[in-house]
């Protein structure tokens, strides 16, 4: 389906601005001759230097990356990549030098006769590689024929490793009728391109649904009825699989209207299973093209309350974002539509608010088709929502939608997203770009925000490298997956351990056995959370996340935490101290914090590494400890002896996991396949490959019993393994929408 003429809106009358003065503009610009029209700003750290800059191109064929203080350009760009470009960018490291490249598709119906596909940029400016499309028509006269040019790139590209080697793929569509993963260097993967028959103008959205290691593709698309095998007037949305070299085709939703929405993934009925939200599209007129679709992300199936999607009134071709509104832990839909409203709804179905365009009073009216953004606007820590149309951009509140502000960026046209970051010296931003289709040039903007809690959903397709859902998954498959092994023989004793606690990256406490509920985040955190620590008495716990927020519960105190420190990278471990009055932080560089009665004993921050660190591990007395690289290099401090590790062993996954024994004379390392390394007197008692399960999951935790004599596995999905005495207590499996992340044992 050709169909790809977007709609231009010339800026209308003058609005009464509704307290745009709270949002100062920090720098703004006009860019003439050339219009950016639908290539959303991405916000990432393109050049290294530990800040986010903006990424965004134009239909002029200008690749932009701008210093976030000034506006201006960083040195090498812009560039001139030779085609329009519609599509937005990705930032990610994809070939894996250790440096982030940008990842754009090129092509546009506004611009005839160009070459399009995709193309690779390095940081410096330099260019990469360019990727070509098949040319199966021509797309500006929606002659069916050939013409010459390759086909454009209107879909934004997705990074991920979906076929579980450990390297990232490059993921999209494009109007060649086909969908994409090639790999760093712009080589198609084995077995893709995926023929669909028609025009791809949805991006993907990939995440890790049956927990094998490989993220699966969602992505949306047109159907003409005669074109090729498929011959179905409407749309298709399809979830698809790799595997042994061969795209696998998990499900397939057939709606009578095309899908150029791009789906979002996230579990918003708090079921435990994950949903893929999309929206539809308009080639055929039917009324199947102005619903919201909600579908099970494993199946396809219906989802209660969502039967036969929502008509919002007008076409839907902007595309949902997820977030939590209302405070309660699950996330809320929000998109906009054609017939100039924008829509909230609840995970069970149920319309939360919807606000209108309304010449009078605060919006006026007006076809949407850009797609918002969920972020706290006001500083109260509650998440809104941003969204611009043909007079700029408004902020609604988002537990009601009411209008916040409006219009930023005033008589510039959008139909793109805008973004929000945190961006060092210049502090938290609002990025926005407009357009003016008849004077053929745009504005692009950054407004001042006053909020610190962290957006929902940042930007278009949420995070840099563009996955629109929770991460997940994508870590190697070993060969020895599927093998069989003889574990030693189980005896499940009841001096293993009284009770045990399952934290979710959301914040969420699972307590079984004897191990007492002091309460938990229970998913009101923005900000994932990344390790748990209990009291020796079980009488309280602490939750960590990764800016380093100390969240105590129950009897364990507060003694100081990373807020308001600007850090090198993410906290990713936490160690309290055996008297429980302090405890350590550690940073993905390495790097050591110490609060309470906790001693510095030395660190790896500053060092250069083969592997990052992650994770810490105190020692019984509580001075010394050992950091666990993710090659199984070990590094002791204090009074942590030293008694082995796999670093410079080939290893079929990376090390994720260390347990030290009750008495501190040896350790394990988990490997994330379920592999189990001991050294010094810790004993094999089992490991996740032994049980010669195809579909065994993948580990992220090993907790070792009160006795030593066994231990615990944790796998993402909340499923907990027993090995020697250890006990099975339960489990919240299937229960752990966003993963479980730390397992705490209490003796």
């Known amino acids: 389906m050709l169909l790809g003429t977007l709609l231009a809106v010339v800026p209308g009358p003058e609005t009464t601005a509704l307290d745009a003065q709270s949002y100062p503009e920090r720098w703004g610009y006009r860019v003439e001759g050339a219009v950016n029209q639908s290539s959303s700003p991405g916000v990432g750290d393109v050049n290294g230097n530990g800040r986010s800059e903006i990424v965004y191109g134009d239909q002029g064929g200008w690749l932009r990356v701008l210093d976030a203080t000034t506006g201006g350009n960083i040195p090498g760009f812009p560039q001139q990549v030779g085609t329009a470009i519609d599509s937005s960018p990705a930032i990610a490291d994809v070939t894996g030098n250790g440096q982030n490249e940008i990842i754009v598709g090129v092509g546009s119906t506004w611009v005839p006769n160009q070459q399009g596909g995709l193309v690779i940029y390095r940081r410096n400016g330099q260019r990469h590689c360019r990727f070509t499309t098949a040319d199966q028509q021509n797309i500006w006269t929606e002659d069916p024929r050939p013409d010459g040019y390759a086909e454009g790139v209107f879909s934004t590209p997705a990074i991920g490793d979906i076929t579980g080697n450990g390297r990232p793929e490059i993921v999209f569509g494009g109007w060649d009728q086909k969908i994409h993963a090639i790999d760093g260097n712009c080589n198609s993967i084995p077995g893709f391109p995926y023929h669909v028959d028609d025009t791809v103008w949805s991006s993907p959205a990939l995440y890790d649904i049956d927990g094998d290691g490989r993220l699966e593709i969602f992505i949306g698309g047109d159907q003409s009825p005669g074109a090729g095998s498929i011959n179905w007037q409407g749309g298709e949305f399809r979830a698809l699989d790799y595997r042994n070299g061969r795209v696998h085709e998990i499900w397939k939703r057939q709606i009578r209207d095309v899908i150029h929405s791009s789906p979002a993934i996230g579990d918003i009925n708090g079921d435990g299973r994950m949903e893929v939200v999309v929206g539809g599209g308009n080639a055929w007129g039917h009324s199947d093209g102005r619903r919201l679709w909600v579908w099970r992300a494993d199946n396809g199936g219906d989802v209660a309350g969502w039967a036969g999607g929502k008509d919002l009134g007008g076409v839907v071709r902007g595309s949902p974002v997820l977030g939590d509104l209302t405070g309660n832990g699950r996330p809320e839909i929000v998109v906009t539509s054609r017939d100039g409203a924008v829509y909230a709804f609840r995970g069970d179905g149920q319309q939360l608010w919807r606000r209108p365009g309304i010449a009078n009073c605060c919006i006026p009216p007006g076809a949407l088709n850009s797609s918002p953004i969920i972020a706290d606007m006001t500083g109260n820590g509650r998440q809104d929502v941003v969204f611009g149309n043909a007079w ?12 916040i502000a409006g219009p930023l960026n005033h008589g510039h046209s959008s139909e793109n997203s805008p973004a929000i ?47 629109a859902a929770p991460r997940s998954g994508g870590n190697p498959l070993p060969p020895g997956q599927c093998s069989l092994n003889s574990n030693p023989s189980a005896s499940p004793s009841t001096a293993s351990a009284r009770g045990y606690w399952v934290l979710g990256r959301s914040g969420g406490v699972y307590s079984y056995g004897d191990a007492p509920f002091h309460g938990s985040l229970g998913g009101s955190n923005a900000v994932p959370s990344v390790a748990m620590a209990a009291r020796s008495d079980a009488r309280g716990y602490w939750i960590v996340d990764e800016r380093g927020r100390v969240h105590p519960f129950g009897a364990a105190r507060f003694h100081g935490d990373m807020r308001g420190t600007a850090l090198n990278g993410p906290i990713i471990g936490f160690e309290p101290t055996p008297s429980g009055n302090g405890y350590w932080l550690l940073g993905r560089d390495g790097g050591i914090f110490s609060f309470g009665d906790a001693a510095f004993y030395g660190s790896m921050g500053g060092t250069r590494l083969n592997s990052p660190v992650i994770s810490i591990s105190s020692t019984p007395s509580g001075r010394g400890y050992w950091l666990l690289g993710a090659d199984g290099g070990i590094f002791s401090f204090g009074d942590a002896a030293f008694y082995g590790s796999t670093g410079g062993m080939r290893l079929n996954a990376p090390v994720i996991s260390m347990s030290v024994n009750p008495n501190g004379t040896g350790y394990w390392l988990l490997g994330a396949d379920g592999g189990v390394f001991t050294f010094g007197r810790a004993d094999f008692h089992g490991s996740i490959p032994g049980l010669g399960l195809c579909n065994s999951p993948q580990a992220v935790q090993l907790r070792s019993t009160a006795t030593g004599k066994g231990y ?36």
């Not at 408004?394 to 209008?403: E, R, T």
Request: net charge positive; aromatic share 12%; no cysteine.
């Open 392 to 403: 700029g951009y408004y902020i609604l509140n988002g537990a009601n939608g009411n209008v």
């Open 421 to 467: 970051g945190d961006f060092g010296s210049a502090g938290r931003l609002l990025v926005v770009t407009g357009f003016s289709q008849p004077n053929n040039r745009h504005r692009i903007a950054a407004y001042q925000v006053p909020g610190t809690t962290a957006p929902a959903w940042p930007q278009w397709r949420r995070t840099a490298n563009n996955i």
């Open 712 to 747: 615990w596995l944790l796998s993402p999905q909340g499923g907990i393994y027993t090995f020697g005495d250890a006990r099975f207590l339960g489990a919240p499996t299937g229960h752990v929408g966003n993963g479980a992340v730390d397992m705490v044992i209490r003796p």
